[in-house]
């Protein structure tokens, strides 16, 4: 094999001559000079964890008419499950604050993944991560120059505003532009509960809400082993996922056209069929991509408790209750078995 010479390593620059203040400041200027609007509605996903929210954003991720946001959408405040309450004449740098997605610097440095068995030694199996070349900096700087030129007179204003910096930020998103869009989309856990539900659609009154509904029993069985400390108590495990229930039955009812609900079974075994009935609700247009998993259109590993050995869509969670015993799996249809199937009817509307 040839060896290297002195005049070709000479061609890879050190690591800090790879990009010089003024590069990065004209790399600035070019972006914010062709800068893509992003002032759609937001559809949010959002219902109890460990219920399908992560695979149906990674199902949405590459559509061409959408905007789709990754991992968890952690504008809330002042925890993530909280809408932001923005007041306007505080100004751009206190809007930022509360906006900012403390994950970013996480990702930027260390790439995107998305593991709920962090704690499960799996040593033999091989954990992604996808690069995620989101610039902090770069988003905080265009959010704080688009805010100072532009007269703020709501909250979506500001919400829009985040959103144009976050997508225009990320220099390898590779659905920014072509298609027209129709939707922002993005995915948090109990965003969608209560006060924050009636927060989010003062914000957003053209917005949609889609919510997975899962089996109890295969919910409990997924999340006491991802999170043994916060869910391995059935009575208070269960308890939660009742609560998430009677949060989709009274979004659906507040507001029947604008909430859709999944049956995360239903979304594992019939997958095209359940993503092609989200899109006719959406109204926006059926595309293959939308039954591949995938992160920035590279496709992804699901987000499973368990061993996951391939890509794509995995059935085995359908099975997860088999490691319930019968006494748990009586005491939860004795708890919760009607409302489970009061929702599950909705999902099938």
């Not at 040593?123 to 770069?138: K, M, R």
């Not at 939660?240 to 979304?267: C, G, N, S, Y």
């Not at 991509?289 to 794509?312: D, E, M, Y």
Request: aromatic share 10%.
């Amino acid at each position: 094999m040839p060896q290297a010479t002195e005049s070709h390593t000479q061609l890879v620059p050190a690591a800090d001559q790879l990009a010089t203040p003024d590069e990065a400041q004209r790399l600035f200027r070019h972006r914010r000079e062709h800068i893509t609007e992003i002032d759609q509605p937001l559809v949010l996903i959002s219902q109890m964890q460990r219920s399908g929210g992560t695979l149906l954003s990674e199902l949405f991720d590459g559509h061409p008419q959408l905007h789709a946001h990754p991992y968890e959408l952690h504008i809330g405040h002042p925890t993530k499950y909280d809408w932001p309450v923005l007041d306007l004449d505080a100004g751009p740098e206190e809007w930022h604050e509360i906006l900012h997605e403390e994950i970013l610097e996480r990702y930027f440095d260390q790439g995107y993944h998305k593991y709920a068995r962090k704690h499960v030694a799996y040593q033999d199996e091989n954990l992604e991560a996808h690069p995620f070349t989101l610039v902090p900096s770069f988003q905080r700087s265009l959010f704080l120059e688009l805010a100072s030129e532009r007269e703020i007179r709501t909250q979506r204003d500001v919400l829009d505003l985040y959103m144009t910096s976050y997508f225009n930020a990320w220099l390898d998103n590779q659905n920014l532009h072509g298609t027209e869009k129709r939707f922002v989309i993005g995915f948090c856990p109990r965003l969608a509960w209560g006060t924050s539900r009636a927060a989010f659609l003062e914000a957003y009154p053209d917005g949609r809400q889609i919510s997975a509904i899962r089996d109890p029993n295969g919910f409990f069985a997924s999340a006491r082993l991802a999170y043994p400390q916060k869910y391995g108590d059935i009575t208070e495990a269960i308890g939660l996922w009742r609560m998430a229930a009677e949060e989709i039955l009274a979004a659906k009812q507040e507001r029947p056209d604008a909430v859709h609900v999944v049956a995360f079974e239903t979304l594992l075994s019939e997958t095209e069929a359940t993503m092609r009935a989200a899109c006719t609700f959406l109204g926006i247009d059926f595309d293959p991509i939308l039954t591949r998993p995938t992160f920035n259109r590279r496709p992804i590993k699901a987000n499973s408790s368990f061993r996951v050995s391939r890509h794509g869509i995995l059935d085995e969670p359908i099975c997860r209750t088999e490691t319930l015993s019968d006494d748990e799996r009586n005491a939860i249809e004795e708890w919760v078995g009607e409302t489970y199937r009061e929702v599950r009817t909705l999902a099938s509307a």
